[in-house]
């Protein structure tokens, strides 16, 4: 099955930027959108943004439009997560995801990648 790999979390200062990758490998037919979560400690996770490969279309949580855009690099297999204007509520583990279509609903997810942190300091 799908394998998602990603990468680029790290510790950023308030308003700096960050980008997330995340590469997918394997089968990924079943899996028409990506998108990204995030858990903060204590919190449940919650949905960042979601794409899908045919259209592009895209999903944004309220907490992040305008700041954060995700984008797709279909030759790739690539998915990215460009973040901007990061805040402190943005520290969290951020999760990629293959889902079976654009929803924020974790239902629709069939693989999870390992996670990458990021934390923006004050």
């Known amino acids: 099955q799908v394998q998602l790999v990603e990468s680029g979390g790290g510790l950023v200062q308030a308003g700096g930027s960050l980008r997330l990758s995340c590469i997918a490998s394997g089968r990924t037919f079943s899996n028409r959108a990506m998108g990204w979560f995030r858990q903060a400690p204590g919190k449940e996770r919650e949905f960042v943004a979601a794409i899908t490969w045919s259209a592009g279309t895209t999903d944004y949580a309220d907490s992040v439009k305008g700041r954060f855009t995700i984008s797709r690099d279909n030759a790739k297999n690539t998915v990215y997560l460009q973040m901007n204007s990061l805040r402190p509520e943005d520290t969290a583990v951020y999760y990629c995801?293959?889902?079976?279509?654009?929803?924020?609903?974790?239902?629709?997810?069939?693989?999870w990648g390992q996670g990458t942190q990021v934390t923006v300091s004050s």
């Open positions: 995801a293959a889902s079976a279509r654009l929803s924020n609903e974790q239902k629709y997810v069939n693989k």
